[in-house]
């Protein structure tokens, strides 16, 4: 079981950034104050759109038809001010003339202050009505941010100025839109990092282990080179979208310092951000980086960052002298959005500092509570209860003798890879979680169909415990129903194996595993069905020979030892295959 879901999930940058604030569904209560969106780039300079309202005079009541226009446009975040006081609370509520396009905001614990986008579709215009409120400012404004694109916005566009009848002109300067920041210039690397010192000047994560950036392409790498007060930083991988990794308390997302390297056309854009919870990560300002550098080669993206090991009062950045879970991750960017990592990242087995003496680590993709997990139910529902299935229905008559406690030996070896199933399966739902602390909601269907194996492998045994004697009328309902349970636990149990096998948090590798496990559904079908066809011509070649009865005892007797010792090798077989595919399985998980 692993997490839409992952995060570990989910998991450093899980969803889109998108357009206002990040959210194309136009939630973006946190841009409020400054309605700056979260987008790592600078704001247009000369705006495109207008803001005009139906009249230019009000007194508290009065409701004002207020519409934005202007060229095409994804997200929008309206708000009235106090014309005198551009930064304070906003004034007044907004009522919505077309609930499709747009939506109300509580901005300041005001509810209805402002409005934004209800999705990212294109519009060329919106029009809501703004409600004065008693005791309004004599001069209230308009103001509106607009995303025409991710990369393309204009913050705080200054619309117009309306008064109460009574008031004294207005003649405080209009508002100004928002300089554009200046970034920190980035240079250009001429050659590839190197990972010949770490261990020795380098604190140095790799993915595979001991792989150089320098000779391999398919090198993740990541180093911190402490330098008296300030930490070099350098991360290389294949990726054509953007580079990742963040820091963090814990093994999940959540009040973690991120940094991503992000191509856009053929430029990277070094950019810190924060986490908060298994959402997209929130930019921040790049002022606390130095000496940024960036290069792209081959497939390659490599840049590298210089920050100091303490930012006193610079909120969301973590002091590098600490011990932290380091997180990496790669995946798709497009027009400077970036979107779900392509993998599970990799996280480092325990926290580090990196501002220690120099080390050179690795780390894993898949946790190893969840990968405990996936090995246990691959243990018990592609071994043990096959193997007991098989037992109980073909071996009656070969293994009949009692073997322990007067009862046959099929029925016991059946009872114990049963109740070894049963095990294993109760050790195995625990653990995610154990890792999860409760229920994920990003791990689809796989969850579900786990809870309805897991109480099947339980209701199986109890029923067991009330089976009725041999000659009992309620013995062949008992069959019946014990059959029909674990055919639909077997059943439900593949189901939710092959789903598994596809969420990040155990990350198996490449298709090649859905391969396989089909390769195991039909070698145990194939071998059912074989026994059945035997079965079926044994039952046929006694019914066929000699009415003479000492004959038919004859051979029948070597009839069926015959088939004792068919059995005996298809079950050695059987077990062989099912060894050979569970070692697959195990190795792919271990190596993780």
Known sequence: MAVSGFTLGTCILLLHISYVANYPNGKVTQSCHGMIPEHGHSPQSVPVHDISVSQMTFRPGDQIEVTLSGHPFKGFLLEARNAEDLNGPPVGSFTLIDSEVSQL???????GSAVSHRSASKKTEVKVYWNAPSGAPNHTQF???VVEKYKVYWVKIPGPIISQPNAFPFTTPKATIVPLPTLPPASHLTKPFSASDCGNKKFCIRSPLNCDPEKEASCVFLSFTRDDQSVMVEMSGPSKGYLSFALSHDQWMGDDDAYLCIQEDQTVYIQPSHLMGRSHPVMDSRDTLEDMAWRLADGVMQCSFRRNITLPGVKNRFDLNTSYYIFLADGAANDGRIYKHSQQPLITYEKYDV?????????????LLLKVHGALMFVAWMTTVSIGVLVARFFKPVWSKAFFLGKAAWF???????FTTTAL????FVMPFIYRGGWSRHAGYHPYLGCIVMTLAVLQPLLAVFRPPLHDPRRQMFNWTHWSMGTAARIIGVAAMFLGMDLPGLNLPDSRKTYAMIGFVAWHVGTEIVLEVHAYRLSRKVEILDDDRIQILQ????????????KKAVLAIYVCGNVTFLIVFLSAISHL
């Open 412 to 418: 016991q070896v059946h009872r114990m890879l049963m």
């Open 555 to 566: 051979s029948f007797t070597a009839a069926e030892t015959e088939g004792h010792a068919f």
């Open 105 to 111: 905001l509580t901005c300041e614990d005001i509810q």
């Open 143 to 145: 103001l509106v941010t």
């Open 425 to 428: 399966t109760c050790i195995a």
């Open 355 to 367: 501002t220690d003496s120099p080390k050179n680590i690795g780390g894993s993709h898949s946790v």
